[in-house]
């Protein structure tokens, strides 16, 4: 599904990505934690294609098409979704005009008809329900003055009706109350298909209570330092990150699976 | 002195109604007035040539122009002025509220009539003055103190091939009294009209306000909406402009009592060769005022938008809070924007700002469209509309917004689809 390889990117001139590895098979779920500044967001601007984000080197595929050469809006075509750290408010442009917009791009990408507008609104309002999102959010700006758990439901939501291939969830759960939490998980889970796969960056055991990962793995300056299985989880959570300091460069072992 | 200028003071000299003495003083400042030039600064940008040259004298007006519509979703009580005639059967009103056309005022609305009319709007605008001499009917609209109007009060002037009107609003909102009062202008085949309206706020009255000068085409349109703010006072104005061979809007709002709050925005879309103009000046001549004013614009093709926005912060009005923003979006090389945001501060104890910019696309904002696959092209569209359309989400009558939105979106992709379509964002013309 995902193969990224030996990737260097940079952005402003500063090398923050320095030869990550993954690869990620369909189904599989993920979760990559480390300490702040470790290029965890980065990862995922540099796969959505954002701009002023340089790749220097390496390589990234999904689903076989090599995504560095497209446009955002292709990578989004190709199966591609990124779950944002931040989500950013759009005042004027209303929530449901975005998410059929979206929606409309994906089934025109496809060569498909476009839904109608009344069977959109039903089905934007049933993923309203399912993120605990009131219908009102459909009428009001996109993420417009909408508290931190309210942007990352909306997050969510847009995932439930893109129905993406891969999903990049960078830390929606950083913020979230326990129920906000098992909410994101519950639509993870119920996302969760053998066609489908996730990364989840989070700095919490708890979310990966919910959401049972494959593998773990620690980004540390731009660079896949350790993997394993849902059991590095709780020894990070235990730990910490001090060991990085002393870990010496070979024992990182990219995207290598546990036996 | 202009020809056109020149006729205009002849036919009023022929005005011989009840409103004569209202007249006499503006006809004297007519008579001296100069006649807007590229010399005179409040018309710099804005040639009145096309009403120069436009002969309506001998013109045939087309007495079948179409109804005033409804607006649907809005229950309003419609006030038809057609080329210059108020011609509604008054209906029942709700308590609290009286109209009366000019033409038939009695004794008693006549002098109500001469308390306001020329007391709200300055008499530096000239087509206020012409519009103080010609004005041949109108309405005078009064709001009871405490009285709560909830139905929007619609005036709509209807103007047809032809036709050369003038007409005239007076609105006096009681003392703590609530109402909304829209202001629509509508025609697109050659024709001059002026529409002026006066508000007297009272202590603790709010007034909603919507003003659609929505003259196209070679109707000519030159209009103000003049309002003073008694204390604690509050208004509520949107207004929207579309452009015609000339399209001119003056909006005065006088802090007259303390504490009154007032917000503008106005939008205006913009494009072929028309022209739009806003002047808009808020006095805050006593202390605790505020005054929030957002101005945004979309100019496309060889269209040119005016924008003058003054606050005059007097010596004694400390604690004044005031702020003044204008951003414009040019959707081609060949638009032009003039826009002059001005604050002058005579007093010490304020918090003021203002400013102008040629609106960019938040590139953040286009990234997150284009991340959920919408593209690029049609990202920046949604964006630039909804630079708008924010300002259209703020209208409180979610009614009336709701009519609006399909309206400017329409405009807006013809906008957007003209062969001109260039996003630029080069500097404004600055004034
Ligand atoms: N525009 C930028 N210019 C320079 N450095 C940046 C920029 N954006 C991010 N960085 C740096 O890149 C590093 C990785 O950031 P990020 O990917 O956000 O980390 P994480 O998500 O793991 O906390 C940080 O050191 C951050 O300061
Ligand atoms: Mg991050």
Request: with cysteine.
């Amino acid at each position: 599904m995902l193969s990224i390889e030996n990737l260097v990117a940079s952005v402003d001139g500063k090398t923050i990505l320095k030869g990550l590895n993954l690869s990620v098979k369909p189904g599989e779920v993920h979760a990559i934690m480390g300490p702040n500044g470790s290029g965890k967001s980065t990862t995922g601007y540099v796969l959505s294609g954002r701009d002023g984000y340089t790749v220097e080197e390496g390589s990234v595929t999904l689903n076989g098409e090599n995504l560095l050469e497209l446009e955002p809006e292709e990578r989004a075509h190709a199966g591609l979704f990124l779950a944002f750290q931040y989500p950013v408010e759009i005042p004027g442009v209303s929530n449901l005009e975005f998410l059929k917009a979206a929606v409309d791009a994906k089934y025109r990408a496809q060569a498909k008809e476009p839904m109608s507008s009344a069977e959109f609104l039903r089905m934007a309002r049933e993923a309203c329900k399912q993120v605990n999102l009131p219908a009102e959010f459909l009428k009001r700006g996109v993420n417009e003055g909408f508290s931190g758990g309210e942007k990352k439901r909306n997050e969510i939501l847009q995932m439930l009706l893109l129905k993406p291939s891969l999903c990049i969830l960078d830390e929606t759960d950083s913020g979230l109350d326990i129920d906000a939490l098992k909410m994101v998980a519950e639509g993870v889970n119920s996302q969760r298909s053998p066609e489908r796969s996730f990364i989840v960056v989070t700095h919490y055991q708890r979310l990966l209570d919910f959401i049972k990962p494959d593998y773990v793995h620690v980004l540390s300056d731009g660079k896949i330092v350790r993997s394993g299985d849902a059991s590095l989880a709780h020894e990070l959570e235990a730990q910490g990150y001090a060991w990085l300091a002393k870990a010496p460069d070979q024992e990182a072992v990219g995207q290598e699976r546990p036996a | 002195m202009s020809e056109w200028l020149q006729s205009a003071i002849a036919r009023a000299e022929t005005m011989d109604d009840w409103l004569a003495p209202q007249r006499r003083e503006s006809l004297a400042l007519l008579r001296e007035a100069p006649w807007p030039s590229r010399k005179v600064e409040a018309w710099r940008y804005t040639p009145l040539t096309a009403l120069e040259r436009a002969d309506l004298s001998t013109a045939v007006v087309d007495t079948t122009a179409p109804d005033a519509q409804q607006i649907a979703g809005v229950d309003s009580i419609d006030l038809v002025i057609r080329n210059g005639r108020f011609e509604n059967p008054m209906k029942e009103l709700p308590a609290g509220l009286r109209i009366t056309s000019l033409q038939s005022a009695d004794d008693g609305a006549r002098e109500r009539v001469k308390d306001l009319f020329g007391t709200v709007k300055p008499t530096r605008h000239i087509f206020g003055l012409v519009n103080d001499v010609l004005a041949s009917d109108g309405l005078l609209i009064e709001i009871d103190a405490a009285a709560v109007i909830e139905k929007p009060l619609r005036i709509v002037h209807l103007v047809s091939k032809g036709a050369d009107v003038h007409t005239r609003v007076l609105v006096s909102v009681g003392e703590g009294a609530q109402a909304a009062v829209i202001e629509q202008v509508q025609g697109e085949h050659a024709s001059f009209n002026t529409s002026f309206a006066e508000y007297a706020i009272g202590s603790g009255a709010k007034l909603e306000h919507y003003r659609f000068a929505l003259q196209t085409g070679e109707a000519m349109g030159v209009g103000g909406s003049h309002f003073k703010l008694d204390d604690r006072a509050e208004l509520n104005s949107t207004i929207v402009g579309f452009g015609s061979n000339l399209s001119r809007l003056d909006t005065d709002i006088i802090h007259d009592g303390e504490n009154a709050q007032a917000k503008l925005n106005a939008i205006y879309l913009l494009q072929q060769n028309e022209l739009f103009d806003l002047h808009a000046t808020v006095e805050h001549a006593v202390p605790h005022g505020t005054t929030e004013e957002n101005v945004r614009g979309i100019v496309a093709d060889q269209a040119r938008a005016v924008f003058n926005g003054r606050i005059h912060i007097h010596r004694h009005a400390q604690k004044t809070v005031a702020e003044l923003n204008n951003r414009n979006l040019l959707l081609s090389r060949k638009a032009t924007v003039f826009t002059k945001p001005e604050l002058e501060i005579y007093a010490d104890d304020v918090k003021c700002a203002h400013g102008a910019t040629v609106a960019e696309i938040d590139k953040k904002a286009l990234y997150y469209l284009q991340s959920r696959g919408i593209s690029r092209a049609q990202a920046q569209i949604m964006l630039n509309f909804g630079f708008i359309n924010e300002l259209v989400d703020q209208m409180p009558n979610e009614g009336l917004a709701e009519w609006l939105r399909p309206q400017l979106r329409e405009r807006f992709a013809s906008m957007a689809s003209s062969e001109e379509f260039a996003p630029v964002s080069s500097e404004a013309g600055e004034q």
